[in-house]
T-cell receptor
Framework: DAGVTQSPTHLIKTRGQQVTLRCSPK?????VSWYQQALGQGPQFIFQ???????QRGNFPDRFSGHQFPNYSSELNVNALLLGDSALYLC??????????????FGQGTRLTVV | AQRVTQPEKLLSVFKGAPVELKCNYS??????LFWYVQYSRQRLQLLLR??SRESIKGFTADLNKGETSFHLKKPFAQEEDSAMYYC??????????FGKGTTLSVSS
């Protein structure tokens, strides 16, 4: 099991462009959560997907959207990129409800730089 | 609103010294408490969870529901403990919410 994999690892985009980041969860996991981690900060929760639906969302604008596919993989889309969107984007997978203490497994992240 | 406070941004200690990383939380309901760790150039990973009452790499964490705190402790710090530590309360069916993290630096 490769664990959680994210692609690409690095990305440079121009302000105003759109970007799509991808995540494959750990085998068997049904839930994917996305986080934004600015330099020197803790991960900020963006949203969580389960059964192909967004079930929880953090304090992020509608420019941030996502999708979950039937195989549980997920995409994070960001439209109209701003310089402030530059960050490490983390994907985490877990089981949603099968256990009370669901451990989240994280990918290595996608480093997005907006210029 | 859910909130996690880790008051120390940086904690510097010498090898062999005791370590305590503080965490206070404000969370509706009865969350489970976790500590996650991020070593240099490694991905974020679970260090320990309160429900397991376990000691991992010599670390333990005490939950004080009255004070809503979940401090992480280790009696004798090692250089390999240098990392970023995040406290995270969680309820089943919800996403992890992280504090801003504490950088632990252990020097010889």
């Amino acid at each position: 099991d490769a664990g959680v994999t994210q692609s690409p690892t690095h990305l440079i985009k121009t302000r105003g462009q759109q970007v799509t980041l991808r995540c494959s969860p750990k085998s068997g996991h049904d839930t994917v959560s996305w986080y934004q981690q600015a330099l020197g900060q803790g991960p900020q929760f963006i949203f969580q997907y389960y059964e192909e639906e967004e079930r929880q969302r953090g304090n992020f604008p509608d420019r941030f959207s996502g999708h979950q596919f039937p195989n549980y993989s997920s995409e994070l889309n960001v439209n109209a990129l701003l310089l402030g969107d530059s960050a490490l984007y983390l994907c985490a997978s877990s089981f949603l409800l099968t256990r009370r203490d669901t451990e989240a497994f994280f990918g290595q992240g996608t480093r997005l730089t907006v210029v | 609103a859910q909130r996690v406070t880790q008051p120390e941004k940086l904690l510097s200690v010498f090898k062999g010294a005791p370590v305590e990383l503080k965490c206070n939380y404000s969370y509706s309901g009865s969350p489970e408490l976790f500590w996650y760790v991020q070593y240099s150039r490694q991905r974020l990973q679970l260090l320990l969870r309160h429900i397991s009452r376990e000691s991992i790499k010599g670390f333990t964490a005490d939950l004080n529901k009255g004070e809503t705190s979940f401090h992480l402790k280790k009696p004798f710090a090692q250089e390999e403990d240098s990392a970023m530590y995040y406290c995270a309360p969680n309820q089943a069916g919800t996403a992890l919410i992280f504090g801003k993290g504490t950088t632990l630096s252990v020097s010889s």
